[in-house]
């Protein structure tokens, strides 16, 4: 599995920016976006399992991001509304094949490469 993520940015506080992130795979795949502030832990910030139907936000962002796929199931976007200064961060997408839990990133095996958010205030 090869991921590759785009679309971060310098952006003012209140705007929007729209990741996006190209999974090359054969397999069903569970897919999450994560983050890592400076200085901080990684954190996982949204979750879209390869059925669809269980989406999952943190509450940080609930209401403000969005999830969501392509119907060939190969491009996978995070869109970000009324961004604020405390989400800037790297942001990483990742995504596994096996029944492992959806929400743990330990469980995820294939990443892509960072995309840095930059949101002012």
């Known amino acids: 599995v090869q991921l590759q993520a785009s679309g971060g940015g310098l952006v003012q506080a209140g705007g929007s920016l729209r990741l996006s992130c190209v999974v090359s795979t054969r397999s069903a795949y569970d897919t999450i976006w994560s983050r890592q502030g400076p200085g901080k832990e990684r954190e996982l910030v949204a979750t879209l399992p390869w059925r669809g139907d269980k989406k999952w936000y943190a509450d940080s962002v609930r209401g403000r991001f969005t999830i969501s796929r392509n119907n060939a199931k190969d491009t996978v976007w995070l869109q970000m509304n009324n961004l604020k200064p405390e989400d800037t961060a790297v942001y990483y997408c990742?995504?596994?094949?096996?029944?492992?839990?959806?929400?743990?990133?330990?469980?995820?095996?294939?990443w892509g490469q960072g995309t840095q958010v930059t949101v002012s205030s």
């Open positions: 990742a995504a596994k094949t096996d029944s492992r839990p959806v929400n743990r990133i330990s469980n995820y095996d294939h």
